[in-house]
């Protein structure tokens, strides 16, 4: 391995409020998580799943969240951000997202958030408590965005 690819960022993908966060430059990510995110973004090691413009439709569709600009805009600019790309779904990603090695809740978004992160062997950046538990119990890598 040379000293280029030492010093390289892993691959991150971010959780859909990791992605809102960091777009709307919001107080919310952490300080560390913004630099890992700022070096990664830079080195084009940024990932998002496919799941995540889904579910960003779906809380702007039921009020949960309220975007600047239309919620198809938002995410096509999103998804141009520098560093950033879209992972998308693979069989493999759909089927290992039912098969997961320990229980899980059923949340389809984490699921295949969690198997993402798996077939890929990113670091998953995340708020939510659940899935840095389950990462903490070595199921697959995680970083916490208030961090």
């Known amino acids: 391995m040379t000293a280029s690819e030492r010093d390289r960022s892993p691959l991150y993908l971010i959780d859909t409020h990791t992605l ?16 890992v995110l700022n070096k990664a973004g830079r080195e084009s090691r940024i990932a998002v799943s496919a799941i995540t413009p ?21 995410i096509l600019t999103a998804l141009a951000k520098p560093g950033v790309r879209l992972a998308t779904l ?11 090695p320990w229980e899980m809740h059923a949340d389809p978004a984490d699921r295949i958030l969690v198997a993402t992160a798996r077939h890929l062997g990113a670091i998953l950046v995340t708020a939510d408590r659940a899935l840095l538990d389950f990462a903490g119990n070595g199921h697959f890598k995680a970083m916490d965005a208030t961090a």
Not at 20 to 31: D, F, N, R, S, T
Not at 62 to 72: C, E
């Open 54 to 74: 889904w579910e960003i439709g779906l809380l702007v569709s039921k009020g949960r969240l309220q975007l600047g600009t239309d919620v198809m805009q938002w």
């Open 20 to 35: 809102i966060w960091m777009v709307e430059e919001v107080p919310w990510l952490g300080v560390r998580a913004a630099e």
């Open 90 to 100: 693979e069989p493999e990603i759909a089927v290992e997202s039912t098969r997961l």
